[in-house]
């Protein structure tokens, strides 16, 4: 038990005491102070929840976003209530995607057709690239 330590005291020495909520209680045998230790879970890393949030706020979709990051669409929508998020607004324009390699990024933006007509923003994702363009949806 040498990585617990006494919130109170420090002190790392402290015996099991029951079970309370699921979590080990432990008594410290210095001040004799009951607690509990946070309970271990999966952490994400920071880096995903940034990049979902950004996702979410360019208009691609809770599960769009999970395929995407590989994070499941329920923490993507438990994280924009948590962060307080606002949805984006519907307009008359919807985004898509590609993922893209440097190689084929820089390539994309040598023909200026590419970049006329459209919203556009590129973001990391990893190794890669991730562009999102907004067209106009089409009249008809």
Same mark, same amino acid.
């Given at each position: 038990m040498s990585a617990l330590v006494c919130p109170k005291c420090n002190s790392p020495e402290a015996?099991?005491?029951?079970?309370? $909520?699921?979590?080990?209680?432990?008594?410290?045998?210095?001040c004799?102070?009951?607690?509990?230790v946070?309970?271990?879970?999966?952490?994400?890393?920071?880096?995903?929840?940034?990049?979902?949030?950004?996702?979410y706020i360019e208009g691609v979709s809770?599960?769009?976003?999970?395929?995407?990051?590989?994070?499941?669409?329920?923490?993507?929508?438990?994280w924009v209530k948590k962060y307080g998020v606002k949805a984006p607004r519907?307009? $008359?324009y919807h985004p898509t995607y590609k993922?893209?390699?440097?190689?084929?990024?820089? $390539?994309?933006?040598?023909?200026p057709a590419n970049v006329q007509?459209?919203?556009?923003?590129?973001?990391?994702?990893g190794d890669k690239y991730m562009m999102i363009r907004w067209e106009r949806f089409k009249q008809g």
């Open positions: 015996t099991k005491s029951g079970v309370i $909520d699921g979590r080990q209680r432990f008594k410290c045998k210095q004799g102070y009951h607690y509990t946070a309970k271990v879970g999966k952490e994400i890393n920071s880096y995903y929840v940034i990049k979902a949030l950004q996702l809770y599960r769009e976003i999970e395929r995407l990051l590989g994070v499941s669409h329920v923490s993507v929508m438990n519907q307009t $008359d993922i893209l390699n440097q190689k084929e990024l820089a $390539d994309f933006f040598q023909n007509g459209a919203g556009l923003v590129v973001t990391e994702l």
